[in-house]
């Protein structure tokens, strides 16, 4: 069956550090990956999407890269802030666009 | 705009006990999804729907009822609660254009005793 594996320690780094999360896949040939932020409390935001012909992807401090041979996808948050601790998930398609798989998350504390 | 909007922000329920768990976009989107957020196990979709009228279950829809009159409710029932449906619960829509971006309302807290 389709999985999604991210990892489930939490990430403990320094703030002006590069904050790296990792989200495995099995089974499974998305044509895109999403990523999430979600603060305690509050519903996902969605921060970043990358399709299956792209491998990488920028947003401001944020980087995304896709390995489909792999099946990975390894979301960077470059110069780290302590706002930008929350937990991060990410997302495939199901059979169709809008029926989204999630990963677990991996919560991020960056550290003053 | 408003964006996704749920009520109640918290609910605490007695087994066997039914409600009703609100949800409401303003976006005009097309498809609207359920979900379900437990420690450890993600985001699991409960029911979705791609228009007014039209429903279909996600991954855990045992226990839960939707429908969708118009385009922009979209709401959840437990016709007898469990203490199994102990979650969170997610609301969030897409537009079918891109049918890409979810768009998340703020969440539901239920409690099952």
């Known amino acids: 069956s389709q999985k999604i594996e991210q990892n489930s320690e939490a990430l403990n780094i320094q703030e002006g550090k590069t904050a790296t999360l990792t989200c495995n896949y099995t089974?499974?040939?998305?044509?895109?990956l999403q990523w999430y932020r979600q603060d305690p409390g509050r519903g996902p935001v969605f921060l970043l999407l990358i399709r299956e012909n792209e491998k990488e992807k920028r947003k401001e401090r944020l980087k995304v890269t896709f390995d489909t041979t792999l099946k990975q996808s390894l979301f960077h948050i470059t110069a780290s802030q302590p706002a930008d601790s929350a937990t991060y998930l990410c997302a495939l398609p199901r059979d169709s666009s809008y029926k989204l798989i999630f990963g677990s998350g991996t919560r991020l504390l960056v550290r003053p | 705009n408003a964006g996704v909007t749920q009520t109640p922000k918290f609910q605490v329920l007695k087994t066997g006990q039914s409600m009703t768990l609100q949800c409401a976009q303003d976006?005009?989107?097309?498809?609207m999804s359920w979900y379900r957020q437990d420690p450890g196990m993600g985001l699991r979709l409960i029911h979705y729907s791609v228009g007014a009228g039209i429903t279909d279950q996600g991954e855990v829809p045992n226990g839960y009822n939707v429908s969708r009159s118009t385009t922009e409710d979209f709401p959840l029932r437990l016709l007898s609660a469990a203490p199994s449906q102990t979650s969170v619960y997610f609301c969030?829509?897409?537009?079918?254009?891109?049918?890409?971006?979810?768009?998340f309302g703020p969440g539901t807290r239920l409690l099952v005793l």
């Open positions: 969030a829509s897409t537009d079918r254009a891109t049918q890409e971006t979810q768009y």
């Open positions: 089974n499974y040939s998305p044509a895109y």
């Open positions: 976006m005009n989107h097309e498809y």
